[in-house]
């Protein structure tokens, strides 16, 4: 009895385990429902040589006669349990209805397994059953109060304390998703009737004497599952297989199917053992036993490694600890060595200290005396620098107008446009804290120089009647400094909100005739549009006036934005031969002193300028999103001035202020952070999959925000660089510090306590079969509150289909806000890498490193929280809605010398 309990016990771990390794070969659903449908073919071969074994000693010499041990075939151990013949058991209807029901049951919750993982609310089958048995079978409720009390009797015996194990487990388990928890509830309640043909028949004084409910059953049909196998099987298999056709038809089959059948293949029979082995001890037990047996099973499975906090962690322990010790007490007293079952929580037990060795192992071989003169991690160096670069570039403001306009000169080899003087005058009356570094400005409307003003305006009025250009006209009043946009084909309700941004902003310049009256293209799709030709070309096409569009939605847009990379353009060289960039901008490695910090070979950015180069990263091209599959990209080739919240580097969008930044959804709110202290030290992120569209290629594996979920959680089995003490990694790389002891190490190891990463939802696929895929990878997490990342002391932020809108309210917190794009904005001016967020790689690599220095060390910890208090203060300071009325003022004051119909190209 301890020994098949035992077994059902490793069984249902080993189910579990081998389900969460499926993802790795893809098309988990459907190898899920495959498994599946082995284990009801495999079952009934195990119950019957069980139940022929057992007749073979009990009457060995009549068996015999029946059939030759020779002749014995697979039909042979399908048969009944008569020794001398078999013959269909006749069943009565209730049975029948019964076994169809059970059968459906066991159907639905391999289907909800294989498309949602583990049914969150599965526990609370357990104190369910319970009831149910007490509600049929009170007799067997004092039966169990007259037994000796013992310590576990409550947890297997009560409903109280069968509820409380529950609710640890399912603490433990679920995610607590609307749509997880109602899908569960659901599943739970379909098990519920299942189970209940497998508990003893009510008595006929309790059909009575109680009100049926949905914890009984109208008919009271028991089944004999060992007697009823082969009619189970040839109910769910049917089933199974139905739902595999349904797959096959809807997303088609599963790639890689050759390797994928030894797995799945295995997979099946452990599930198969396991049902054979709970159906053993249920024999001898009762049905009740089967749940805690599911559930631990499946916390067993867990994987320390992964788990984002302590409290999980420990959840997860004390929800095996609870549940084992339920299946110990249900077993009878009469069990022998039951308490040797005690020894299979070290199944969970050793993967959970193994995870905290781990923990403390990486956080013993991590240098101690980082922020020393000997040891000076690259963080610390990056910022270092960055911080004395930036306070140099606050120091050098001009002061006055006349140094101010010298600047303006020097710097573009242009005077600057009418009305700058007022500009000036503005924005030194409401305290800007930058006079000169708007070089984004002039580099994102040089380029159309090469245009006239007339041109201009004919460029601009060609270019929102021609069909599929998909922009915003918008037209600006210089008298009230109102906005108003229009689109040919959708309600000005709808625009974005960009008209009501625009009039908001420039507000204050209203009635003063500070501007003329400017007409706008913006762009209304979130990815950038313009790629602005070379001056001199031979393709007709691209003369100044003319241009192309070209829908590459869902496609590879790499060729057609690198093509003029041979030429060594940028979009500010297109403009003029004068024109040149800030010799001091943070974002630019101008300064000598960062080529000279030791990075240690890992890919920390000194020079954000040319990691956001594409053409000098040609691996981009399979890590972002907008390069291999943009959810829509319409390519306006030509001089057209669009504006656009952001572009990559060969783009020649016109930037400007995102209206998202001032939406609701994204503001601030300062009565929802917490302090430092408060915060866990873990790095947050949680969203959608948004940033490409996944199509039939399968490349969204590669896409920006499917590799940071897919590196925050340790999938694919990937090796991680860390920074350690020479002689105490797992493969030292030889990048040392030059003689100070520390390398460059690499190991398997990711602390899951330090990432809190998920998606909450998975979208923008070319079929269901992509996203289904996606979801069985990453798994989702429930839709999370947008203040929750101000809990973490590190925040994530990364691209989407374009700029991500949440940036801001993350730079305004107490967090310290890590940084991954592709796309320049119009911020990058006044922001400064190291010193107000962290920059992160397109690769990742040096992300798990950076995560643990900045949350284990005490130097990183004071790092981090010297970021997060710099960005936050540098926000309050520089980001005021009047400073961005001070870049729109320039800005409008830029394009209006462009649009002058009196200016030469």
């Given amino acids: 009895m301890a020994g098949s309990t035992a077994a059902a016990l490793l069984c249902a771990a080993l189910t579990h385990h081998l389900s969460s390794r499926l993802w790795e070969l893809g098309s988990i659903q459907t190898r899920q429902l495959c498994a599946e449908t082995v284990c009801w073919l495999v079952l009934p071969v195990l119950v019957r040589s069980q139940a022929r074994s057992h007749t073979t000693i009990w009457n060995f010499h009549s068996i015999s006669k029946a059939t030759s041990p020779v002749s014995w075939s697979f039909h042979s151990l399908f048969k009944a349990t008569s020794p001398v013949s078999w013959k269909p058991p006749r069943r009565s209807t209730n049975v029948s209805n019964a076994i169809w029901v059970f059968a459906a049951g066991a159907a639905a919750a391999a289907c909800y397994h294989a498309e949602a993982g583990v049914p969150g609310l599965l526990p609370a089958l357990t104190p369910l059953l319970l009831i149910t048995e007490n509600r049929r079978r009170p007799e067997l409720q004092v039966l169990a109060s007259d037994e000796p009390w013992s310590l576990l009797s409550p947890l297997a015996n009560t409903v109280w304390g069968t509820g409380f194990a529950a609710a640890v487990a399912i603490f433990a388990l679920s995610n607590w998703g609307l749509q997880e928890c109602l899908l569960s509830a659901a599943l739970l309640g379909a098990l519920v009737r299942v189970y209940i043909h497998l508990l003893p028949a009510a008595s006929s004084t309790t059909t009575t004497k109680t009100t049926a409910t949905i914890l009984d059953c109208r008919d009271g049909a028991t089944i004999n599952v060992e007697e009823a196998i082969v009619d189970i099987s040839l109910c769910v298999v049917p089933m199974l297989a139905a739902a595999l056709l349904l797959q096959a038809l809807a997303f088609g089959l599963p790639g890689n199917i050759i390797a994928g059948i030894v797995p799945t293949l295995v997979l099946g029979l452990a599930k198969a053992l396991s049902w054979y082995f709970t159906i053993r001890t249920a024999h001898s037990a009762s049905w009740r036993i089967a749940a805690p047996i599911t559930v631990f099973g499946i916390v067993a499975a867990q994987d320390p490694f992964l788990q984002s906090t302590d409290t999980q962690a420990l959840a997860v322990l004390a929800a095996a600890f609870l549940t084992l010790a339920q299946v110990i007490a249900m077993l009878p007293k009469q069990t022998k060595r039951k308490w040797a079952l005690w020894a299979l929580f070290l199944l969970p037990l050793g993967p959970y200290l193994a995870n905290i060795s781990a923990i403390k192992a990486a956080q013993a071989a991590a240098p101690q005396d980082w922020g020393t003169a000997e040891h000076q991690h690259p963080v610390e160096a990056l910022m270092r620098a960055a911080r004395e670069q930036f306070d140099q570039k606050l120091a050098r403001q001009s002061k006055d107008f006349a140094t101010a306009e010298a600047e303006y000169v020097r ?18 009356a409401h305290g800007s804290l930058l006079i000169d570094d708007f070089d984004t400005i002039f580099d994102s409307v040089s380029p159309f120089w090469r245009l006239s003003g007339r041109e201009v305006q004919q460029v601009m009025a060609d270019a929102y009647a021609t069909p599929g250009m998909d922009v915003f006209h918008c037209a600006f009043s210089g008298h009230t400094a109102r906005t108003a946009c229009r689109h040919p084909k959708r309600s000005v309700t709808f625009d974005r909100n960009i008209g009501l941004s625009l009039t908001q902003l420039l507000a204050p310049l209203a009635g003063t005739g500070a501007l003329p009256d400017i007409q706008l293209l913006v762009n209304r799709l979130d990815e950038p549009r313009v790629v602005v030709p070379p001056p001199a070309t031979s393709d007709a096409t691209c003369r100044p006036t003319n241009f192309t569009v070209t829908d590459l939605s869902h496609r590879p847009t790499w060729d057609a934005l690198t093509r003029h990379c041979s030429a060594g353009l940028t979009p500010s060289s297109n403009a003029t031969a004068t024109t040149t960039t800030t010799a001091t901008s943070p974002n630019s490695n101008n300064n000598n002193n960062n080529n000279k910090i030791n990075t240690y070979g890992l890919p920390f950015l000194s020079d954000l300028a040319s990691a956001t180069d594409l053409c000098h990263h040609p691996e981009y091209s399979r890590q972002h999103g907008l390069l291999q599959s943009p959810t829509t990209f319409s390519l306006v080739r030509g001089l057209v001035p669009i504006l656009s919240p952001g572009r990559a580097s060969t783009m020649g969008d016109v ?154 309210m993350l730079l305004a917190s107490r967090s310290a806000p890590l940084k991954l794009t592709l796309l320049r904005e119009w911020h990058d001016d006044r922001l400064a890498p190291w010193v107000h967020y962290v920059p992160v790689s397109m690769g990742l690599e040096e992300l798990p490193e950076m995560v643990f220095y900045l949350t284990s060390t005490d130097a990183g910890r004071q790092r981090a929280r010297e970021i997060a208090d710099r960005g936050r203060e540098w926000f309050a300071k520089a980001f005021r809605d009047v400073d961005l009325t001070i870049y729109l003022y320039r800005l409008m004051l830029e394009l209006a010398r462009l649009h002058d119909p009196d200016r030469e190209a």
Avoid at 411 to 425: D, I, K
Avoid at 752 to 760: I, S
Avoid at 778 to 798: I, M, Y
């Fill in 411 to 428: 710097r573009y080899g242009v005077e600057p446009p009418a009305g700058f003087e007022a500009w000036h005058t503005f924005a030194m």
């Fill in 655 to 808: 930037l400007f202020p995102a209206p998202a930044y001032g939406e609701p959804e994204f503001a601030y709110d300062a009565r929802r952070d917490v302090p430092w202290a408060a915060k866990r030290a873990a790095l947050y992120w949680a969203g959608s999959n948004t940033g490409g569209f996944a199509g039939r290629d399968g490349w969204w594996a590669s896409f920006h925000r499917q590799r940071f979920v897919a590196l925050a959680g340790n999938r694919g089995g990937r090796v991680h660089a860390y920074l350690r003490r020479e002689g105490e990694g797992e493969e030292e790389l030889g990048d040392s510090g030059g003689g100070n002891g520390i390398a460059r190490v690499l190991s398997g190891f990711l602390d899951g306590r330090l990432y809190d990463v998920a998606f909450t939802h998975v979208f923008g696929c070319a079929s269901w079969r992509e996203c289904r895929e996606q979801r069985g990878a990453f798994g989702t997490r429930a839709w999370a509150d947008r203040h929750a990342p101000l809990r973490s002391q590190l925040v994530f932020d990364v691209d989407g289909n374009g700029i991500s809108g949440r940036f801001y």
